[in-house]
């Protein structure tokens, strides 16, 4: 199972948008509205931001959000801040119990 | 508050063996799907290895698969897993991960415990 693809960075200013998009296959992405994305800040564990492709765990800001489009699967984060400044990774079941992640991004607010 | 804590984490020898333990509160271990991820250092996340709530099913990654086992004792509210035959790349960060259920996703993590393979 090859790991979906993640630009390695992004960027954007303080009150902009920015998407990371999350490029898979129709054995995974394209195949299962799966797909999850984490939040992690250096030296922390990662944090459950999107769930089943679109929805949020309680708690989440709603400046985050997730859509798919046929294989590709992405992250929205609206009104940037820079607490927003760290590494995201996207996630997606692949069948019989398993499951594949993204190369990660590092996002840069500037 | 759900809480996942793993210890057991140190250096091995190539081909060496070692046990990491998740020790989980604040949920009913018993009814959750419980995973490891890993996370080797400045690299990405990689999933490792599940197993259901009565420990019947598990599964593994291709590249653990024959080398690790996972098990659980609900007694204890604790995750395990056993890995032998380490290599150097199994060195990484390796995460207890509580499952979301019903969503395939993972929505509590512990710190995570470090394992490095070297001689």
């Known amino acids: 199972q090859s790991a979906l693809t993640q630009p390695a960075s992004v960027s954007g200013s303080p009150g902009q948008s920015i998407t990371i998009s999350c490029t898979g296959t129709s054995s995974d992405v394209g195949s299962y509205n799966l797909v999850s994305w984490y939040q992690q800040h250096p030296g922390k564990a990662p944090k459950l931001m999107i769930y089943?492709?679109?929805k949020r765990p309680s708690g989440v800001s709603n400046r985050f959000s997730g859509s798919k489009s046929g294989n590709t699967a992405s992250l929205t984060i609206s009104g940037l801040q820079a607490e927003d400044e760290t590494d995201y990774y996207c996630c997606s079941y692949a069948g019989r119990s398993n499951w594949v992640f993204g190369g990660g991004t590092k996002l840069t607010v500037l | 508050e759900v809480q996942v804590v793993e210890s057991g984490g140190g250096l091995v020898q190539p081909g060496g063996s070692l046990r990491l333990s998740c020790s989980a509160s604040g949920f009913i271990f018993s009814n959750y799907v419980m995973h490891w991820v890993r996370q080797a250092p400045g690299k990405g996340l990689e999933y490792v290895s599940t197993?259901?709530?009565?420990?019947?099913?598990?599964r593994y990654a291709d590249s653990v698969k024959g080398r690790f086992t996972i098990s659980r004792d609900n007694s204890k509210d604790t995750l395990y897993l056993q890995m032998s035959s380490l290599r150097a790349e199994d060195t990484a960060v390796y995460y207890c991960?509580?499952?979301?259920?019903?969503?395939?996703?993972?929505?509590?993590w512990g710190q995570g415990t470090l394992v490095t393979v070297s001689s």
């Open positions: 197993i259901h709530p009565d420990g019947d099913e598990t």
């Open positions: 089943e492709g679109t």
């Open positions: 991960v509580k499952d979301l259920t019903g969503f395939f996703a993972f929505d509590y």
